[in-house]
């Protein structure tokens, strides 16, 4: 069994003797807590070297390396001299390759969790071995070394100034007493205040345990601190600092307790070859051994606090540009035409606040922020692509500085190029379409319909009729065609390019093969056969079938913002029940600023699906691009009823159609389909 020295700078206390295991590894640790005293060390180091294989040291500044330049404090080298050829671990190695490691098994998670953030390092020089991997999450990092070593308020912007600070000041860091340890106060005066502004000001703050006995944090409310390992006390004094969360790499259970310093790890890593060396595949293949993972612990202080949200939002016409204020005497005019293109040019702004979101479950309450940019259909479906992503981020980007956690895309901010997949990687927060809940919600108000109008037979829990879905091939479309497959007898799939509808009737076939899969790209065709028609296209109002032929009896569901159906063909079929999509409510006591072209409180589903992703705390991307998981429709339909999210009503182009307006729908579809059923005499 090897024998282990450590020496512990920085504490007189908590010495031991004792048999440590560690993952199958067994040696012997002799602690000594030495304080500030280098000659005692020096002193431990001549007697004992003869007494131990390995030596671990912690409490001291780890070397430095700024290319090809290596920086080491003068006590660990003498230590390292007075060993004599004795292995000396710092913990260095293995807080290089462990700490990156295990933010990222985080960032597996949470992917935005560092992502395009400000991340301020009290003290830089620490993590200095692995700052690229924090560079690669896009973050500007900022570092509080100038102040710590010079008592000077001005931050260190960027790893450049960090290495050069660290490159002119090596013979003063490598060389002070380690004694000098008084503490670092981040409460700054005003004038101090306002030159370290832009360290305060980061949404992530990374300290070490050993550098937080003697750091006062400043204010930390709603932010997040990285730390090495945590324990009560200095969790204690990171939540007094108001900080929202902590993620503690490596909780001190994983490895059995506090006795398991990093240069402990290492020296008991080392043990195990006959060398004594430790190189980088060894830490590897022990993380990879031992299941741990990073704790992430939420202030419970901030519990019941209200999370946000936000929402973009675009005029679906260009009259709807006259309804904002200063713009009505344009309503019916040709300027209209003119401004419809200048406003597509203007950045989005904040438009209006929901407030008073609150789950029926847990009682949770969101806000919801919604943006509007002032493009209509035409004008996002023909800017250059590029510039509507640009816009889009923009606005993620003032989301998040505004508190949003998640933000959805409405209308046809989701259809642009590839249906928010390039918005989503550039935003700093998580996105989502809403096509998840909106195609629940459009089944939820189809399966209503059908059931008030009463017109289709059910057998075994399937309906005995056909269903028809135009534009098939869209996110919507898609997922609703699939749902429906398995519900329905006959299925009647359409879009206009005949290759993509013939690899969807493939696929239904192979998802529900005792339904009848039909596909064309001419609705017309088959429409006075029909039950249930949903129609979800990117036409823009322009008209996608003949209202003429649709059977009597038949519920369009219009998904399509603008309607696919407009209002003066609703009008010629009142034996057909045609309903907008499922708009939603929301609930609590809703509150919301401005309209947003509903109802009262209704919404839209896309914007529900946010605010419950919001309500469960799912802060990730969940509806991207054009192909839904079938899996995660099912999962929003469940969170959706869960925390509280109701039809609105059944509603039509001018608002919600009553019970009796569907039974006179009812009434004459009886009449006209008995009109066309043959006499049999």
């Given at each position: 069994?090897?024998?282990?020295?450590?020496?512990?700078?920085?504490?007189?206390?908590?010495?031991?003797?004792?048999?440590?295991?560690?993952?199958?590894?067994?040696?012997?640790?002799?602690?000594?807590?030495?304080?500030?005293?280098?000659?005692?060390?020096?002193?431990?180091?001549?007697?004992?070297?003869?007494?131990?294989?390995?030596?671990?040291?912690?409490?001291?500044?780890?070397?430095?390396?700024?290319?090809?330049?290596?920086?080491?404090?003068?006590?660990?080298?003498?230590?390292?001299?007075?060993?004599?050829?004795?292995?000396?671990?710092?913990?260095?190695?293995?807080?290089?390759?462990?700490?990156?490691?295990?933010?990222?098994?985080?960032?597996?998670?949470?992917?935005?969790?560092?992502?395009?953030?400000?991340?301020?390092?009290?003290?830089?020089?620490?993590?200095?071995?692995?700052?690229?991997?924090?560079?690669?999450?896009?973050?500007?990092?900022?570092?509080?070394?100038?102040?710590?070593?010079?008592?000077?308020?001005?931050?260190?912007?960027?790893?450049?100034?960090?290495?050069?600070?660290?490159?002119?000041?090596?013979?003063?860091?490598?060389?002070?007493?380690?004694?000098?340890?008084?503490?670092?106060?981040?409460?700054?005066?005003?004038?101090?205040?306002?030159?370290?502004k832009t360290f305060m000001d980061a949404d992530v703050f990374?300290?070490?345990?050993?550098?937080?006995?003697?750091?006062?944090?400043?204010?930390?409310?709603?932010?997040?601190?990285?730390?090495?390992?945590?324990?009560?006390?200095?969790?204690?004094?990171?939540?007094?600092?108001?900080?929202?969360?902590?993620?503690?790499?490596?909780?001190?259970?994983?490895?059995?307790?506090?006795?398991?310093?990093?240069?402990?790890?290492?020296?008991?890593?080392?043990?195990?070859?006959?060398?004594?060396?430790?190189?980088?595949?060894?830490?590897?293949?022990?993380?990879?051994?031992?299941?741990?993972?990073?704790?992430?612990?939420?202030?419970?202080?901030?519990?019941?606090?209200?999370?946000?949200?936000?929402?973009?939002?675009?005029?679906?016409?260009?009259?709807?540009?006259?309804?904002?204020?200063?713009?009505?005497?344009?309503?019916?005019?040709?300027?209209l035409d003119p401004v419809e293109k200048a406003a597509a040019?203007?950045?989005?702004?904040?438009?209006?606040?929901?407030?008073?979101?609150?789950?029926?479950?847990?009682?949770?309450?969101?806000?919801?922020?919604?943006?509007?940019?002032?493009?209509?259909?035409?004008?996002?479906?023909?800017?250059?692509?590029?510039?509507?992503?640009?816009?889009?981020?923009?606005?993620?980007?003032?989301?998040?500085?505004?508190?949003?956690?998640?933000?959805?895309?409405?209308?046809?901010?989701?259809?642009?190029?590839?249906?928010?997949?390039?918005?989503?990687?550039?935003?700093?927060?998580?996105?989502?379409?809403?096509?998840?809940?909106?195609?629940?919600?459009?089944?939820?108000?189809?399966?209503?319909?059908?059931?008030?109008?009463?017109?289709?037979?059910?057998?075994?829990?399937?309906?005995?009729?056909?269903?028809?879905?135009?534009?098939?091939?869209?996110?919507?479309?898609?997922?609703?065609?699939?749902?429906?497959?398995?519900?329905?007898?006959?299925?009647?799939?359409?879009?206009?390019?005949?290759?993509?509808?013939?690899?969807?009737?493939?696929?239904?076939?192979?998802?529900?093969?005792?339904?009848?899969?039909?596909?064309?790209?001419?609705?017309?065709?088959?429409?006075?056969?029909?039950?249930?028609?949903?129609?979800?296209?990117?036409?823009?109002?322009?008209?996608?079938?003949?209202?003429?032929?649709?059977?009597?009896?038949?519920?369009?569901?219009?998904?399509?913002?603008?309607?696919?159906?407009?209002?003066?063909?609703?009008?010629?079929?009142?034996?057909?029940?045609?309903?907008?999509?499922?708009?939603?409510?929301?609930?609590?006591?809703?509150?919301?600023?401005?309209?947003?072209?509903?109802?009262?409180?209704?919404?839209?589903?896309?914007?529900?699906?946010?605010?419950?992703?919001?309500?469960?705390?799912?802060?990730?991307?969940?509806?991207?691009?054009?192909?839904?998981?079938?899996?995660?429709?099912?999962?929003?339909?469940?969170?959706?009823?869960?925390?509280?999210?109701?039809?609105?009503?059944?509603?039509?182009?001018?608002?919600?159609?009553?019970?009796?307006?569907?039974?006179?729908?009812?009434?004459?579809?009886?009449?006209?389909?008995?009109?066309?059923?043959?006499?049999?005499?």
């Amino acid at each position: 069994m090897k024998e282990i020295i450590k020496l512990s700078f920085a504490t007189a206390q908590d010495n031991f003797d004792e048999v440590l295991e560690l993952a199958g590894i067994k040696a012997r640790v002799r602690r000594f807590g030495i304080g500030y005293d280098a000659e005692l060390a020096y002193e431990l180091v001549k007697k004992l070297k003869h007494e131990c294989d390995i030596i671990a040291v912690s409490g001291l500044p780890q070397d430095i390396r700024i290319k090809n330049q290596h920086f080491s404090h003068e006590i660990l080298r003498n230590i390292r001299k007075l060993a004599d050829g004795i292995a000396v671990f710092d913990g260095h190695a293995l807080r290089k390759t462990a700490t990156p490691w295990a933010i990222k098994k985080h960032l597996d998670q949470d992917k935005r969790f560092l992502f395009k953030k400000k991340i301020s390092f009290y003290l830089g020089l620490i993590q200095w071995p692995y700052l690229s991997f924090f560079e690669d999450q896009e973050a500007q990092l900022i570092f509080g070394d100038l102040f710590f070593a010079t008592k000077i308020p001005l931050p260190l912007i960027g790893t450049n100034a960090l290495g050069n600070f660290l490159k002119l000041n090596s013979q003063r860091l490598t060389h002070y007493d380690i004694k000098e340890k008084s503490p670092k106060d981040f409460n700054f005066g005003p004038l101090a205040q306002r030159s370290m502004k832009t360290f305060m000001d980061a949404d992530v703050f990374v300290i070490n345990e050993a550098q937080l006995k003697y750091t006062r944090l400043g204010n930390l409310t709603g932010k997040t601190v990285i730390i090495d390992q945590l324990n009560p006390e200095t969790e204690k004094k990171i939540f007094a600092a108001g900080a929202e969360q902590i993620l503690n790499l490596f909780p001190l259970d994983w490895i059995g307790g506090e006795k398991f310093s990093a240069s402990i790890i290492e020296a008991l890593l080392a043990s195990t070859h006959e060398d004594l060396i430790l190189n980088d595949e060894d830490i590897l293949e022990f993380i990879e051994k031992i299941d741990f993972a990073p704790k992430l612990i939420t202030n419970p202080a901030s519990k019941g606090s209200i999370d946000k949200f936000a929402f973009v939002i675009h005029p679906l016409t260009k009259n709807q540009i006259a309804l904002l204020p200063g713009m009505k005497k344009l309503q019916g005019t040709r300027l209209l035409d003119p401004v419809e293109k200048a406003a597509a040019r203007i950045p989005g702004f904040h438009y209006t606040t929901i407030s008073g979101i609150r789950s029926e479950a847990t009682g949770k309450e969101v806000r919801g922020e919604l943006y509007l940019i002032l493009n209509t259909p035409k004008m996002l479906l023909n800017s250059p692509v590029e510039r509507v992503y640009n816009s889009l981020v923009d606005i993620c980007m003032k989301a998040k500085n505004d508190g949003a956690k998640i933000i959805g895309l409405g209308a046809y901010t989701k259809i642009v190029g590839d249906a928010g997949v390039t918005v989503n990687e550039r935003s700093p927060i998580p996105l989502t379409t809403g096509n998840s809940l909106s195609s629940a919600s459009t089944l939820w108000a189809a399966s209503f319909g059908v059931e008030k109008m009463g017109l289709v037979k059910k057998k075994d829990g399937i309906h005995q009729g056909t269903c028809m879905i135009i534009g098939a091939t869209g996110s919507i479309g898609k997922i609703c065609a699939k749902i429906l497959s398995k519900q329905w007898k006959r299925v009647i799939v359409v879009a206009p390019r005949p290759y993509k509808i013939l690899e969807l009737v493939e696929q239904l076939k192979a998802f529900a093969p005792s339904t009848e899969i039909i596909g064309t790209t001419n609705p017309n065709k088959y429409s006075p056969e029909v039950d249930l028609m949903i129609t979800s296209t990117s036409a823009q109002g322009e008209r996608v079938l003949d209202i003429e032929l649709i059977k009597p009896g038949c519920v369009v569901c219009d998904v399509s913002r603008p309607f696919d159906i407009s209002l003066e063909d609703a009008a010629k079929r009142p034996d057909v029940l045609i309903i907008a999509s499922g708009e939603v409510e929301l609930p609590g006591d809703v509150k919301l600023g401005r309209t947003i072209g509903l109802q009262g409180d209704t919404v839209y589903a896309c914007l529900a699906e946010t605010a419950v992703l919001a309500m469960e705390g799912i802060h990730e991307s969940f509806s991207l691009s054009r192909d839904l998981s079938y899996e995660k429709v099912v999962q929003i339909d469940r969170l959706s009823r869960k925390h509280g999210i109701k039809l609105s009503g059944i509603m039509g182009h001018t608002g919600e159609i009553k019970e009796n307006e569907i039974e006179l729908c009812r009434g004459i579809a009886l009449k006209n389909l008995k009109a066309k059923t043959p006499d049999p005499s």
